[in-house]
């Protein structure tokens, strides 16, 4: 396994392009000089000793230097030995709805927004517990199963919109069947599901699913997103403006309302707790402090325990090509050019 200790000087990167179109103007514009000075043919015989091919090699190995170069300061690392390391905590599974009524706004900024949000929160506040996300509209998927690494975790979360799963409605007795699938029946660890949606079932029996889980000794939280008065499912175009609300077939404004109900006989199945979701309130902080509440057991996780630096795989060959680029200057650097064989070469040609 390869990771960067300093990944942020990865970001140096971003310069290259900006490096070659700077090159590529100063080329243009010496071109266009030349041309108002001379000929071409002029021009050539008066800087014979110039190389259109050593400039070409000059900016390439430039380039080249500075991308090694910035490699080498993030300074890479391979994993040398996988081990188990045993850890202490729970498995949490989040069931995520990004059915299109989560984008009503009457959470601010709207509802799957703000559930994101909380998830991140969330995972900045785990230590050694398991995470896992599950996202569902009309059916139910595992975005990521059961980790530690809670970077990626969020990295996989920031890709998550409405359409994350193609089919329409809202499944949560889906989602509950697809975590139980996700828990490891050999792992005697705490499982705990938390379904984040706006309860408006629409498919399969959900007391049924959430039965069979409370059998298994999964705890469901459930979070409602949404008031019970419910509020019209904005649509917006491609540049991001509102151009209208969500309609049915008979052209009737859809109103997407919060079924409170539903939501708290579910917690109340799976043993475990109904929280009403709100702008200014962080409920997973709540359900957080429950789980940490809960007995924790332990786990063993495979992982890499010992890292070597590999910066001088990068580094050797960006002082080659700095050292190549002086020796082969289209202009000629004095005191290098009396050890210079390439240079002897041409005079002696």
């Keep these: ?72 300061l993030s300074n890479p690392q391979i994993g040398t030995r996988m081990e188990e390391v045993k850890q202490e905590g729970v498995d949490l599974f989040i069931a995520l709805d990004v059915s299109l009524s989560m984008k009503a706004e009457d959470v601010k900024p709207n509802r799957l927004e703000r559930a994101k949000l909380e998830i991140r929160n969330l995972t900045a506040r785990l230590a050694g517990d398991r995470i896992g996300l599950i996202v569902f509209a009309g059916d139910a998927f595992t975005q990521f199963p059961l980790t530690t690494d809670y970077s990626a975790a969020n990295l996989f979360l920031d890709a998550v919109d409405v359409d994350a799963v193609p089919t329409p409605g809202t499944a949560i007795g889906s989602a509950i069947e697809r975590a139980m699938e996700s828990f490891d029946p050999k792992d005697q660890t705490t499982k705990v599901l938390v379904i984040i949606t706006d309860g408006e079932n629409t498919e399969g029996e959900v007391f049924d699913a959430a039965e069979e889980a409370a059998k298994k000794g999964i705890l469901l939280y459930t979070v409602g997103l949404g008031t019970p008065d419910g509020v019209p499912i904005p649509v917006y175009d491609a540049s991001g403006k509102q151009v209208d609300f969500k309609r049915d077939r008979m052209g009737q404004v859809v109103v997407s309302k919060l079924d409170e109900v539903s939501l708290e006989k579910i917690a109340a199945i799976g043993n475990g707790k109904y929280f009403r979701g709100t702008s200014t309130q962080d409920e997973l902080e709540e359900i957080f402090k429950n789980i940490n509440a809960l007995q924790k057991k332990e786990f063993g996780v495979k992982q890499f325990t010992d890292y070597e630096d590999r910066f001088q795989w990068f580094l050797a060959p960006a002082i080659l090509l700095l050292l190549a680029d002086v020796l082969t200057s289209e202009h000629r650097v004095r005191w290098i050019a009396r050890w210079n064989i390439l240079r002897k070469e041409e005079v002696r040609a």
């Design 1 to 72: 396994m390869i990771r960067f200790y300093h990944q942020e000087y990865l970001t140096l990167l971003f310069l290259v392009p900006v490096l070659i179109a700077f090159a590529l103007y100063v080329r243009f514009e010496r071109r266009r000089a030349s041309a108002r000075f001379g000929s071409t043919q002029l021009m050539e015989k008066l800087v014979e000793r110039a190389s259109n091919a050593k400039r070409h090699w000059h900016s390439i190995s430039l380039m080249l230097a500075f991308s090694l170069l910035t490699l080498a």
